[in-house]
């Protein structure tokens, strides 16, 4: 009767497949408790004027791209790089050849390792951050970019699928996936302009901030998920409930 769609990409995809004849919504995958947001304050500059704090959470498995990360802040002229910070939240079966690459660019004192951690502690690393960079290459939903949004962080992210469709261009950087060189420089490029501009990482930070509202569960500013889900249940019932009732009384 009716089709929920995870992402703006995934209906164009159904549309073009199959004839539906049902209607087809866009509802994200991946929702927020109002109590993830950071204040709308936009004070995400650095404790050091000089210093930028990058963040990249997430399972490391070769798509969600952490080794572009590592290899974008090598890019860096020397002068920046050493004043970037890049912390790496998560574990997984590529954190081996991670801190490899690591010790080859001579980065040590530049990327830090923190492994996994509960859920609920990502919260610390998001509100010490400055940019949040996560070059996922093939990410559905992407809950950690919507987390880091509630946090005002911006977020530099690859233009492809649900991702590219949380963050505008007012709230981060989005790369065309062209090639894996390209996206490495594009985000080395984006470091640079963020690492040169306090003003604009706060004014996508804010950006950020409100754009992540759009996506919580509940919340009486916003039409939260949950009331969505619940009125399109509503609506259907009482269309049958109209349709079987029509039918009762044509029969009797």
């Not at 929702?31 to 704090?53: V, Y």
Request: proline fraction near 4%; charge should be neutral.
């Amino acid at each position: 009767d009716y089709v929920f769609s995870g992402s703006e990409f995934t209906k164009k995809l159904l549309e073009d497949l199959f004839t539906l004849k049902r209607k087809i919504e866009v509802l994200a995958e991946n929702g927020l408790d109002a109590s993830f947001f950071a204040e709308q304050t936009g004070d995400h500059s650095p404790r050091e004027s000089d210093k930028l704090q990058l963040l990249f959470v997430g399972r490391l498995v070769p798509y969600k791209g952490a080794d572009i990360a590592i290899d974008a802040l090598s890019l860096l002229p020397p002068m920046q790089r050493e004043k970037t910070w890049l912390t790496i939240v998560g574990d997984g079966p590529e954190r081996e050849s991670l801190q490899a690459k690591v010790d080859e660019a001579d980065l040590n004192s530049s990327v830090r390792f923190v492994g996994w951690v509960p859920q609920e502690v990502t919260q610390t690393y998001y509100r010490s951050a400055d940019v949040f960079c996560f070059p996922s290459i093939r990410e559905f939903g992407g809950a950690v970019v919507l987390e880091a949004m509630a946090s005002n962080l911006p977020c530099i992210v690859v233009n492809n699928g649900g991702v590219a469709e949380y963050v505008t261009e007012t709230a981060g950087c989005k790369i065309e996936p062209l090639s894996r060189e390209y996206v490495v420089a594009e985000v080395a490029q984006a470091l640079r302009k963020l690492h040169e501009a306090p003003d604009l990482r706060r004014a996508m930070g804010l950006a950020a901030g409100q754009r992540a509202r759009d996506y919580t569960w509940c919340g009486k500013a916003h039409c939260g998920k949950a009331q969505r889900i619940v009125a399109t249940y509503q609506a259907l019932l009482r269309e049958k409930r109209f349709k079987r009732d029509a039918s009762q009384g044509a029969v009797a």
